[in-house]
């Protein structure tokens, strides 16, 4: 007599969040958003990585609805979608438990409209808009 297999439908959907998860770089995103909205300049000044590969790394995220995006002018803003995201992050690290992460709070420079509001120094992104829009003139 042959038994019937189970369904492993949650058990599944659970594997595709661990397989999500498991890259360095998305776990380092995820960290830089849960102190606010951040846009990929702010990323790339965090973490020394080109914003082609960050976007591609934020686009898988997305997709899976764990953070969403807003676009403000030229910029768009990513944000923890899913709260319950952090717990698991925490948890992880408990388990861990091999030492603090290195990725800084603050980036040191950053070239975001948000970071250079804060600094008062303007943005190399919006410098260079105003100077392609001069140009037209």
């Known amino acids: 007599m042959k038994s019937q297999k189970v369904s492993l439908d949650l058990e599944n959907e659970q594997a595709n969040l661990l397989k999500l998860l498991a890259h360095p770089v998305r776990i380092a995103i995820l ?16 973490l020394g990585y080109r914003q082609a590969y960050l976007s591609q790394q934020l686009a898988v995220l997305r997709q899976a609805e764990i953070i969403s995006d807003r676009r403000e002018g030229w910029n ?5 979608e899913n709260n319950g995201i952090l717990q698991f992050l925490d948890l992880s690290e408990k388990l861990v438990g091999s030492g603090k992460s290195k990725i800084p709070i603050r980036p040191v420079s950053c070239p975001c409209p948000k970071c250079s509001a804060k600094t008062g120094k303007e943005s190399n992104c919006n410098q260079a808009k105003k100077e392609y829009n001069n140009a037209d003139n």
């Open 76 to 80: 768009v803003y990513y944000q923890i």
């Open 31 to 46: 960290k830089i958003l849960r102190q606010e909205e951040a846009c990929v300049c702010h990323m790339e000044a965090t």
